[in-house]
């Protein structure tokens, strides 16, 4: 399960926007996720078209009270197909005076326990902040192993970003785990020249730490928060889909960190594997790691090089071998590149993988 926390105390820079849209494309691409909608505002919830105030239990009742933390199961509900959502309301802001009284270990740890009830539910779990950093975004940064911030190119600060990566950098030694921070660049309109510059000036500061995806600006995007839908489901062809497919793509590839809640899971390689074919319409890998089920908890890359197109496979395998064969227009076939190949059970050949 992959924790990723959406932060920056500036308002409005698109935390809500990405953590929704994100969680569309990701979903989109097979992968089960849950939102986490930390902010009180409820934005992520309504954006979802759900109605906080019709919600029987938020996550307010999750957070208060130490035992609520068991309750998490029962008050996320489905947003969408393969999207779980922990919904927010206003009473959430009430949530720091209620446990000011707390020791603060105790405090800021609840969010991480209550992920830790759900341990196989989700693939990737997303958490919306609200606009500062208190309470609420500390349960974020302490559950959290990867944090995306959005910035905004049409009117940056670099002075409240390099604040916030202080207080995540302060935060990660107190939490007594690094948090992977990455950069997004967000709202961006290409055609102004400021844009353009502040871009760049993005990604001279944070060179690998800032994502190749750009978001550009798409009215698109705020009208399916407004219709209660990810922008995949609303408008497929839009610019916001295509640039928060992209991020969905780089952030799959990017493999993060395990971090599951308050543990730690067994340690995962990513691997990539690939294949070239200058026909194939439809290429899947299938083997003993997902249960010979072609394409089964895999990520896909297609890409095209000219003649040829290129299908990228990435797996998420802890150290060991696997057998593997890739499924090319429904025909079994083992890798043409590997020269590691092994009998298999009913008399063909399968290639080998070593993962150490
Ligand atoms: N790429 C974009 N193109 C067009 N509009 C966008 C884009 N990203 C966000 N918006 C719009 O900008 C406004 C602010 O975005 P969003 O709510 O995602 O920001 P936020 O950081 O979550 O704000 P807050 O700090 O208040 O929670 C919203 O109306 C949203 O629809
Ligand atoms: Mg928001």
Redo the contacts with the bound molecule.
């Keep these: 399960m992959r924790v990723i926390a959406i932060v920056?105390q500036?308002?409005?820079?698109?935390?809500?926007?990405?953590t929704v849209n994100l969680a569309g494309c990701l979903a989109a691409d097979g992968a089960r996720v849950l939102v986490v909608d930390l902010?009180p505002?409820a934005?992520s919830t309504i954006a979802f078209g759900i109605d906080p105030e019709e919600i029987d239990e938020n996550l307010y009742e999750v957070l208060a009270e130490p035992g609520g933390t068991e309750r998490m199961e029962q008050v996320v509900v489905e947003a969408a197909e393969k999207i779980g959502l922990a919904p927010s309301g206003i009473v959430l802001s009430a949530l720091e005076q209620r446990l000011a009284a707390e020791r603060a270990d105790s405090r800021t740890e609840r969010l991480a326990a209550a992920l830790a009830t759900l341990p196989d539910r989700f693939e990737y779990v997303l958490i919306?902040c609200?606009?500062n950093v208190g309470l609420l975004t500390f349960n974020a940064l302490r559950a959290a192993g990867e944090v995306i911030v959005?910035l905004e190119t049409s009117r940056f600060a670099i002075h409240g970003v390099q604040k916030l990566l202080e207080t995540i950098g302060l935060l990660s030694e107190r939490v007594g785990h690094e948090l992977d921070v990455r950069i997004l660049p967000?709202?961006?309109d290409g055609r102004t020249r400021f844009a353009r510059q502040t871009l760049a000036e993005i990604r001279s500061l944070f060179q690998d730490l800032c994502f190749d995806t750009v978001?550009?600006?798409?009215?698109k995007?705020?009208e399916a928060?407004q219709r209660g839908e990810p922008i995949v489901n609303f408008a497929p062809r839009a610019n916001?889909a295509i640039?928060y497919s992209a991020l969905s793509v780089e952030v799959a590839a990017s493999g993060g960190r395990l971090f599951s809640g308050a543990d730690t899971v067994p340690s995962q390689r990513e691997v990539v594997v690939q294949f070239r074919d200058g026909r194939a319409a439809d290429v899947r890998i299938a083997g003993d790691f997902n249960g010979w089920v072609p394409d089964k908890g895999v990520r896909s890359l297609i890409e095209s090089d000219g003649e040829a197109r290129v299908w990228t496979k990435i797996l998420q395998l802890p150290p060991g071998i696997y057998q593997y064969r890739y499924v090319v227009d429904g025909e079994w076939r083992e890798d043409p590149d590997n020269p590691e190949v092994v009998t298999n059970d009913v008399g063909g050949r399968s290639s080998v993988l070593t993962v150490t």
């Design positions: 920056n500036k308002g409005g820079c698109g935390k809500t926007t990405t902010d505002q934005h919306d609200p606009p959005p967000t709202l961006y978001i550009r600006n798409n009215v995007l705020r928060a916001g640039d």
